[in-house]
């Protein structure tokens, strides 16, 4: 079963970047699709961007063109570039191999002055 490791959260301050990491043991071709969702407290999970192994991308409308979603097939990692983060990005970040429906333990993503 394909395990997933997120790395990257930090603090930041608002307009800031982050640049987000998923490591997958094993292909993440084998995911077919992978999401990168986000939880901030006491709201639930919602989804972020999803790529799929045909490089096809999709975002929720609240990135707004402020997020990018990649993968590095040799690396078996897919990325989640945030730019013009505001202090509503802060939550924590997870990452999704979808076909095996297996989570990450998140990153916490802060973004304050």
């Known amino acids: 079963q394909v395990q997933v490791v997120e790395s990257g959260g930090g603090l930041v301050q608002p307009g800031g970047s982050l640049r987000l990491s998923c490591a997958a043991s094993?292909?993440?071709?084998?995911?077919?699709?992978m999401d990168w969702y986000r939880q901030a407290p006491g709201k639930q999970r919602e989804r972020v961007a999803t790529?799929?192994?045909?490089?096809?991308?999709n975002y929720a409308d609240f990135v707004n063109g402020r997020f990018t979603i990649s993968g590095d097939n040799a690396k078996n990692t897919v990325y989640l570039q945030m730019n013009n983060l505001q202090p509503e990005d802060t939550a924590v970040y997870y990452c999704?191999?979808?076909?095996?429906?297996?989570w990450g333990q998140g990153t916490q993503v802060t973004v304050s002055s």
């Open positions: 094993r292909s993440i071709s084998s995911c077919a699709v």
């Open positions: 790529i799929t192994s045909s490089g096809y991308t």
């Open positions: 999704r191999c979808r076909s095996a429906n297996t």
